[in-house]
């Protein structure tokens, strides 16, 4: 009586496995699109940088569902690998960022 071990790996299963893992991967990279970072307030003044900070500005909202892309005071960049804008601060705004401000678009 031979039990089939569940080791054996059939070539089936390591394609199926392979295509599975690669669209995780891909569909994890669509996730992450946008800028790395817009954290750079370098060209900010001071009083502008303050204000930042108070309102709480982060670059990946902690809030679910209220991401800055989503906010009625964002400014959409040029193009998607670039950081947009806000009309209430001054600086680079991700578009997954978030701060005290958020006002959702309707």
Do not use: N, W
Not at 30 to 49: H, I, M, N, Q, W
Not at 86 to 101: E, I, R, S, T
């Amino acid at each position: 009586m031979t039990a089939s071990r569940p080791t054996d790996v059939t070539r089936r299963s390591l394609l199926l496995t392979s295509a599975s893992v690669l669209g995780l991967i891909g569909a994890s990279a669509c996730k992450t699109a946008g800028p790395a970072s817009c954290t750079d307030v370098s060209a900010l003044t001071p009083e502008e940088r303050k204000v930042r900070t108070t309102l709480g500005y982060v670059d990946r909202s902690p809030q679910p569902g209220k991401p800055c892309i989503k906010c009625v005071q964002y400014i959409s960049p040029p193009s998607s690998d670039q950081c947009g804008g806000c009309k209430v601060l001054k600086g680079p705004v991700h578009p997954a960022g978030y701060c005290l401000v958020f006002a959702p678009r309707v």
